[in-house]
């Protein structure tokens, strides 16, 4: 009986004190590692982390004895209403934004983690001796008057991972709002070849290609809008803001479309500020993506990294933006994306901006932050770029 209390008060300790540190992470995310894991955790599975913490101090309350037994106690219920309170902020920032999170969504049990096929692959180009395909999510039903409106994914993976199926699940969800989504695949940077000066002319093809063949797939190429995150962010900024300007080549020619509103989520628009991230648990790791993207360091190529940064390209024919600043960021520097936002404000672009609290790169896989994104983009693509 005594071995089973002792167990059971291990196990209660170790369900306190495991939210205790991913908690105290997210509140201080300077601190190396807890900081990063703590942020995304939280950002994640925050209600998750109520309901350990109060498990966890059921079983002390259970097991312990005497003044460890208030201790512990008292330990578990200052965990509880810790994650209680991020999760409330979290709760909060939805409702401010009138987003509506069901107990299903609120614990993780939906999001951009499932595979999901496309109806339709289509190779758009080929370059640098490479297929580009490009996938289809298309809704149910026929096409209304006119088409589809468009939205066109960009993923994000540091210019040098990831693809098109990226977050299939996402891109399925929007296809059943009565978009006609198209999500991108481009040629991935590495240790060999460095795209910096060709992967923004991919997307300008795609875009060439959506706008010549889209309407016989029942979509609308007069109501283009563009989404992506981290890396993916950079480039429909780019993109966008330089189609608009009547600047975006086309590495496959054709005509680059109008774009009418772009979602940004944590994008990297500063690529010297990503590349000099010194946060112990993930600045190396950013430094080698960026340098392998650009070839080198922002001092041995100055003019390369001016080629891609975000904010040169703003213009007062930008199109609306909506940004996702994720505050606890340690792949792409808050600051750098607040800079950016006061930038394009000032320029007179139309910005909508969601600061997301505890908000770590990835917050959005699932649980509220994937809700926010999900919900606030089909907002504002419904009042920028689907209606226009």
Known sequence: ??????????????????????????????????????????????????????????????????????????????????????????????????????????????????????????????????????????????????????????HGGGWVSESSAARSADMRWFANQGLQVLSIDYSLSDKRRHLWDRVTDQIGCAMAWTDANIASRGGDPSRISLMGESAGGNLVINAAYLANAGKLQSSCGGRVPHINAVSAIYPGVDLVAIHNNTYWGAGPDVKAMVTEYMGGSPQQFPERYA?????????????????????????????????????????????????????????????????????VTWQFLREYGRDS
Not at 32 to 40: A, K, W
Not at 81 to 108: D, K, P, Q, S, Y
Not at 310 to 319: D, E, G, L, N, V
């Open 1 to 154: 009986m005594v071995q089973a209390r002792r167990r059971g008060l291990a196990i209660g300790v170790l369900l306190v004190v495991v939210p205790a540190l991913l908690l105290i992470g997210a509140n201080a995310p300077f601190i190396p590692y807890v900081g990063g894991y703590g942020s995304l955790d939280v950002s994640l599975w925050s209600a998750w982390l109520v309901v350990l913490a109060f498990a966890g101090g059921a079983l002390i309350w259970i097991c312990g004895q005497g003044n460890v037994r208030r201790f512990l106690s008292a330990f578990a219920l200052l965990t509880v209403l810790c994650a209680a309170t991020a999760t409330f902020r979290l709760i909060a920032l939805a409702r401010a934004n009138n987003v509506h999170v069901t107990a299903a969504e609120l614990f993780g049990f939906t999001g951009s983690l499932a595979s999901v096929p496309p109806d339709e692959v289509v190779v758009y180009a080929h370059d640098l001796g490479e297929a580009l395909n490009l996938l289809i999510y298309t809704p149910k039903g026929k096409p209304p008057n006119g088409g589809w409106p468009i939205l066109m994914y960009v």
């Open 307 to 375: 080629a891609v940064a975000s904010a040169p390209k703003i213009t007062p024919s930008a199109p609306p933006t909506l940004l996702f600043i994720t505050e606890n960021d340690h792949l792409v520097p808050p600051d750098s994306m607040r800079g950016f936002d006061a930038k394009a404000r000032q320029a007179g672009v139309q910005v909508r901006t969601i600061s997301v609290p505890y908000g770590e790169h990835g917050f959005d896989l699932t649980g509220i932050g994937n809700v926010i994104v999900r919900q």
